[in-house]
């Protein structure tokens, strides 16, 4: 069974700063993807960015980037110059692919930016 | 465009009662379907899938059951809501064999009392 790891329940940072989540997962499949979901006080999860295993690039959205170790089974999201509004729980999610995979959620890491 | 739904927003139920959760999804056929519940501290729990009418895998054996009379419509049931079902339900779905994102209804707030 594939398990997702987040060691950081709570995390704060200063406006502008930069901050990196942790994540890291188990699985003995080669092929999947991971994701990091952000879900704000309105409770409406959002995808920020997405991995694929198969491509060894980094992927990157604006002011979000991923540290990906494949050997390592670690996914680190790093938010660049932090905004009031990146306040949100932080999760991070794998799947297998093919059309019945899954979404396995970590905890979850509580990010607050502060003014 | 695709979109989701989900309702009611909140609910506060007495333990014993029966629960019916409802999710609808527009403008996609043929999506699979997943309900989550959203504990404190515990992140999301899958609790229910289907990739089809009719077909539903349940990963958690639990007091809850699930079922997709339509297509596009997904329903959480109980017949006797338990405390420990408090928390916060999400429904969501991910549509074609070659996408990966999943897309979440609002949720539900679930109380039981």
């Known amino acids: 069974a594939q398990t997702v790891t987040q060691s950081q329940p709570e995390m704060s940072v200063q406006e502008a700063e930069t901050v990196t989540l942790s994540c890291t997962y188990d699985?003995?499949?080669?092929?999947?993807?991971l994701f990091w979901y952000k879900q704000p006080p309105s409770r409406q999860m959002i995808l920020v960015i997405r991995?694929?295993?198969?491509?060894?690039q980094n992927a990157t959205e604006n002011r979000f980037s991923v540290n990906f170790q494949k050997a390592a089974k670690s996914f680190s999201l790093k938010i660049s110059d932090s905004q009031l509004g990146d306040t949100a729980m932080y999760f991070c999610?794998?799947?297998?692919?093919?059309?019945?995979?899954?979404?396995?959620f970590g905890k979850g890491t509580k990010l607050s930016v502060k003014p | 465009s695709q979109t989701i739904h989900q309702w009611p927003a909140t609910l506060v139920q007495p333990v014993g009662s029966p629960l019916s959760l409802e999710c609808t999804v527009e403008?996609?056929?043929?999506?699979?379907l997943y309900w989550y519940r959203q504990a404190a501290g515990r992140g999301l729990q899958l609790l229910f899938y289907?990739?089809?009418?009719g077909q539903i895998s349940s990963e958690v054996p639990q007091n809850l059951s699930a079922s997709r009379p339509q297509d596009r419509q997904f329903i959480l049931s109980s017949k006797k809501l338990l405390l420990s079902d408090s928390g916060f339900y999400l429904c969501?779905?991910?549509w074609g064999v070659g996408n990966t994102e999943a897309f979440f209804g609002q949720g539900t707030r679930l109380t039981v009392v």
């Open positions: 999610a794998f799947m297998t692919m093919g059309n019945q995979g899954n979404l396995i």
């Open positions: 699985t003995s499949e080669s092929n999947y993807y």
């Open positions: 991995q694929e295993a198969y491509k060894q």
């Open positions: 403008g996609t056929s043929n999506p699979n």
């Open positions: 289907s990739v089809g009418i």
């Open positions: 969501a779905y991910r």
